[in-house]
């Protein structure tokens, strides 16, 4: 199972088995509130549950009880940890009061699912004739009822158990345990019949032992048969020559004695009694004891590149102890370091990355004269930052009419954002800050404006929200009243400029200007042409993004497939004429040249504007 934080999970139930009123006004007083235990009852109710569940693969004779009990005593040792490092800080909890039985219960269970496992292992054998393993089956069935009869006690004293709750006094449900461990027993009890279809040994005097490679400093019973005999003596011989010597009472043909063992190295123990008066030796067992087997307990993680990430571990021995006090080496990509844990175990460091990718770290143990060795290999993942992009905009606009959209971003350096129109790329910003794009939709119907960041070093692709923009045309009759305008205005300017002429020949500057000179006071002067294309112009400069500097030729080079293309070419050929060349125009061209500019002025703005 991945790593728990259970007080983490501790204060997740408490949390959830709360009022909702940590942001909301306070419903009960401070000094009217009740303590409660809801969150502990909540989590103990899930080892409650897991030891239903290792109990039931067990009747079930399934690998799955290893799982179960891997599940437990994880969550036994991590909380055990957790209470001992904050009981060393000071602080006490209501769980220290509850949680010992349920350690007990744990351990219980571990004998439980050992004894099944050795009797599974050896029994077979014993069908097959072998009657070497007989013993070993048979101290399997003893480990299991063991097992159980520890279960008990520890269900007992958990079962009385009172938790304060909102809702009053509580206690746990052990029922379906308490029902499984009965079962459980009765399998044991199968166990032993079958095993008692079958022989044992033949000799009058033979022993075996719980555990022929015990780590150094644990416990290890010598259990025997024997026929015949009241008593018997036990010779346990140490790696050093020690020898000790016991005497044991036999009950029932059988004997056990259980011993400390504390060298590394091996031991030889053997029994001797006598058997109607004629000395009797038993088979040698040899015990090897080993160091102490311990774990680096680390998890992997992620971080952005560029920011630290704490790793930490913790190194244990096989029982989920800690192992204060001891070197731990630690390799990463350019060097070596040693570390020594704390007195709860633990090892913390920071470990960065300028680079997206993953990050191996190796940590090893290299063992003492008590513990052996182990190593964990930890992988951090350093990922790039996310780049936030959020488009604000219309969701309404005309047909041909300019909008603008912001594209809000904050990146620490340029980033290159490209606009897209109906997926079709629409302009190319490198930009550091919030900016505005000036949008013009030619079609009616629904058109969709994204954003998008290709990624760079420091930061990872993204993808804007999508902006859904309605552009409708509009309203035909002003189509119509905006052309009446134009054309009545190109009438009024024609014979503005021209004096009231009718004929061909169009009018000097100099008759111009003597013709507005001689207007009543107050009248507002007419607009020259060269100022109605002056105004066209730098609408399309505004809308295309182009400098001031662009001349009216190159304008045209941007127009082209625009609706309003020969529009402006046109009127661009009279502006040159009257501009540059100093031509005077035609009342036709005149009036040709304010259609011209109207047309260019009618496809971009008006369907939006009117």
Known sequence: MRRLIIPALIIGLLLLTSPLGLALERQVPVEESQPS?????????????????????????????????????????????????????????????????????????VDVVEGQLKFARYFPMVTDGNSSAYLPALHGVELGMEGVSSARDALNEIAGLSFRTSSGN?????????????????LFERYEALLRRYQPPESPLVLYVSDDTPPVGSNVTVYGLARGMGSVTLHMVSPSGSEDIAGVLVRDGSFSRAYTLR????????????????????????????????????????????????????????????????????????????????????????????????????????????????????????????????????????VGRNFTVT??????????????????????????????????????????????????????????????VEAVPGPPYLRFVLVVVATVGALLIYRRLSGGKIGGEGITDEELVALLRAEEEGKKRGKRLNEYYRHVYLRLLSRYNLRRSTTPRELLTFVRGEPFEGHLESATDYHERYTYAGRRLTAEEIVDFIRSTANVLLKLFVGDEL
């Open 170 to 186: 509580v206690t746990l449900d052990t029922s379906r345990l308490a029902g499984n461990l009965d079962e459980v027993e009765r």
């Open 37 to 109: 235990d809801g969150g502990i009852y909540d989590f103990l109710s899930v080892l409650i549950d897991l030891s239903e569940s290792l109990t039931g693969a067990v009747l079930d004779e399934s690998n799955a009880s290893l799982g179960y009990l891997e599940r437990l005593g994880f969550a036994v040792n991590e909380t055990s940890r957790e209470m001992l490092l904050y009981r060393e800080r000071g602080v006490s909890t209501r769980l220290d009061e509850y949680f010992p039985p349920f350690i007990d219960l744990y351990i219980a269970m």
């Open 407 to 468: 594209v809000n971003l904050t990146p620490v350096h340029p980033v290159l954002i490209r606009v897209l129109v109906d997926n079709s790329t629409y302009a190319v910003v490198n930009a550091s800050a919030p900016f505005n794009v000036s949008v013009v939709l030619s079609d009616e119907g629904t058109h969709t404006i994204a954003a998008v960041f290709s990624g760079d070093s420091l930061y990872a692709p993204s993808r804007s929200n999508v902006l859904s």
């Open 263 to 398: 060298e590394l190295g091996l031991y030889m123990v053997f029994a001797t009694g006598y058997l109607n008066g004629s000395p009797v030796r038993s088979n040698t067992v040899e015990i090897n004891v080993t160091r102490i087997p311990t774990r680096i307990v680390a998890g992997n993680g992620s971080a952005y590149i560029g920011r630290p990430f704490q790793v930490t571990a913790v190194l244990q021995d096989y029982l989920g102890r800690p192992i204060p006090g001891e070197k731990v080496f630690v390799r990463i990509p350019g060097g070596t370091t040693t570390l020594r844990t704390d007195r709860l175990g633990y090892l913390r460091f920071n470990v960065t990355s300028g680079v997206e990718g993953t990050l191996h770290v190796v940590l090893t143990y290299p063992g003492s004269e008590l513990y052996a060795p182990s190593r964990a290999n930890v992988s951090i993942f350093f990922t790039r930052y996310p780049l936030r992009i959020n488009l604000v905009g219309p969701e309404r606009v005309r």
